[in-house]
């Protein structure tokens, strides 16, 4: 295994410790307010599960507004293809941990002005750990959107964190008092 994986690995390991024995439930409600997201129209979230930042609220609020929310759905490949949904938890199909839509035909990424990005901890440049499988990265790659983690206060670190050629900086990331913004790199 490549050093910088390796070092990514033991990291995560680290951060999901400290994170179970450090939860405290959160809203992240106020991003929603942002001027990212009050000119989006179409905004991709994800459906959170365990102790990460809660996004039930979030996508409901999103789907109430009348915008389009799309959430994720994984590929056998590690890519990710993006579902129109409604916020109905019937719609979606559990897959290990997840839930992802099961029904409908995928959206082109293209269309999405603002994606929320699940983050286990990120350094002050933007570069954020994510579960370990490179599906987001893979996708913030191709995209323009407005990119924001959620994460909770404390997971915001002047460590270096292990950067390979595939991360991909976030403009942004929210804890539940505020949001920090990355200059552009």
């Not at 400290?18 to 409600?29: H, L």
């Not at 609020?61 to 389009?68: H, L, N, P, Q």
């Not at 994510?130 to 206060?153: F, N, P, V």
Request: charged share 25%; aromatic share 8%; glycine share 8%.
């Amino acid at each position: 295994m490549e050093a910088a994986a390796q070092v990514k690995r033991e990291l995560r390991n680290r951060y999901r410790q400290d994170r179970e024995q450090t939860y405290i439930p959160g809203s992240w409600m106020h991003i929603l307010n942002s001027s990212e997201f009050t000119n989006a129209q179409c905004i991709a979230s994800y459906i959170s599960y365990g102790v990460e930042p809660e996004t039930s609220d979030l996508n409901q609020a999103i789907v109430k507004s009348g915008r389009t929310l799309l959430v994720p759905q994984l590929q056998n490949d590690n890519s990710l293809l993006w579902f129109a949904w409604d916020g109905d938890l019937k719609s979606l199909k559990r897959k290990g941990k997840i839930y992802e839509p099961s029904t409908g035909a995928a959206v082109d990424s293209a269309t999405i002005d603002v994606i929320i990005v699940p983050t286990l901890h990120v350094n002050r440049t933007g570069y954020r750990l994510g579960q370990g499988g490179g599906s987001y990265d893979r996708t913030l790659a191709e995209m323009k959107a407005w990119k924001i983690g959620l994460i909770y206060g404390g997971e915001v670190t002047a460590e270096d964190l292990p950067v390979e050629s595939h991360d991909q900086a976030l403009d942004a990331v929210a804890t539940p008092e505020m949001i920090i913004r990355f200059p552009k790199n």
